[in-house]
């Protein structure tokens, strides 16, 4: 489940909090001013959606082979032109 709290409740009420994220796996916005400052979540999401990143932009960047090749020569003969 998510849910949002004021920053002020997250202070009253942080073991609560943390309790309800490892046994639920809830995900809780925390806000100052109306505005969505922080979140905190299980840190296993976290670790997850690093790995779902990555793979994403490992698939994106396949594609890219001779563009790349050709950014790195150009990158190359630019360094050599200057010197």
């Known amino acids: 489940m998510t849910y949002s709290i004021t920053?002020?409740?997250?202070?009253?009420?942080?073991?609560?909090?943390?309790?309800r994220i490892l046994?639920?796996?809830?995900?809780?916005?925390?806000?100052r001013k109306g505005k969505k400052v922080a979140v905190l979540m299980p840190v296993d999401d976290?670790?997850?959606s690093k790995e779902e990143g990555l793979i994403l932009a490992q698939r994106g960047l396949a594609?890219?082979?001779?563009e790349i090749e050709?950014?790195?020569?150009?990158i190359y003969q630019?360094?050599?032109?200057?010197i």
């Open 23 to 31: 046994t639920d796996k809830d995900k809780v916005y925390i806000s």
């Open 46 to 48: 976290i670790e997850e």
């Open 78 to 82: 630019a360094r050599f032109d200057r």
């Open 63 to 66: 594609d890219l082979g001779d």
């Open 7 to 19: 920053l002020t409740e997250a202070r009253t009420k942080l073991p609560d909090i943390i309790n």
């Open 70 to 74: 050709e950014m790195e020569r150009v």
